[in-house]
DNA sequence: CTTTAACCGACCCCGTTGGTAGGATTTCCT
DNA sequence: AGGAAATCCTACCAACGGGGTCGGTTAAAG
């Protein structure tokens, strides 16, 4: 797998605290419960995002989270680098952060050769950078909005309408 | 990381056999050699690329691999998917081939809730599956001749021509 | 002065990774 | 016939990371 269960809750937290109104705190227990989800884990998980400036926090009672910045100024690969680390095809592309992709496997002194799978990696890469890149956290709450049937209907007076055509959720632009 | 060593092993090892000629088996051993690389385990990832009918071999002395068909008709995907199984971006992804692309931890009989993550793990696996279809083995051994610089220079007379001009490595075609 | 919450660090179970070891079988060469 | 050179096959193992839990501390609100 390439993600692990914290990009998972991590992304699915954001989410939450991007349907709340800004600046004012989500708890971590409210999100916990909506989500079903450990919340000594969670706590683990929001202590990341924190980290990476992306989520501020209000501690006692009353405290929670809001997130940092609008949703729509936030790109997703922030939010998965924030949760996973960096995030690469082979071992190889890490280690260093500026120029010289070169495969470790060529750390051995005299061959000056590269790997034959460096152009794959490199182009898996991409591909994944661009996904994440090109997704806002606003399109990720526009989302859940669409498909959220209202999860245990608020208790009110029951009319009849019961719409349940499902909107065609349409899943373009990868 | 996304990719195991298995990969990385079993991609080299494809393009060795792609450099050859084809119809002549190459032995793991010498590959295991060329590319610095144990035997026993390299065993086991050959095994995969046999299984999924990525390359044929022939027992006994003068035995070893080559491909089963020519490289410019090998996608990479068909490499990764042979050596690490199914690859995706979260567990949801997986247990179900066709239909139903819902998170399973919305398995929970009463809501009917999507996953607000799903589209965002949706375009990661588009653009990963985008890169690993579009590149074919071909080439990656193309790329890989350009790159060799003769590792280890075979032993002739030394000629004073030591171009050191690098040509240009473009890794276009994300 | 109690409640609610963020914050912090240690611990732990378990499955996967990245191998190794040892053999069995098949084929070629002399 | 008898090696030698290969593929093939199964079992085993150490180490690491993932996915948490537990217990406690600090800070703010009422």
Redesign the interface.
Known sequence: ???SSK??YG??LM?ELGRQSPEQPTSLKAIAEAE?LPLAYLEQVVARLKRAGLVMSARGAHGGYWLARPAEQIT?DEVVQALEGA?????CFLTDTTERVLCS?TH?P???????????????Q???A???Q??TLA???D??RR???A??PPVVARSGAASAASPA?A?P??
């Open positions: 797998m390439i993600f990009a998972e992304v699915r989410v079903r997703m995030i690469a095809p082979m071992e496997h051995e005299d061959t000056g050769q590269h790997c034959a799978t460096k152009l794959l990696w490199m182009r898996v991409g591909g994944i661009r996904s994440l090109t997704t399109e990720l709450v989302f859940s498909e959220s049937v999860p245990v959720a899943v632009a990868g």
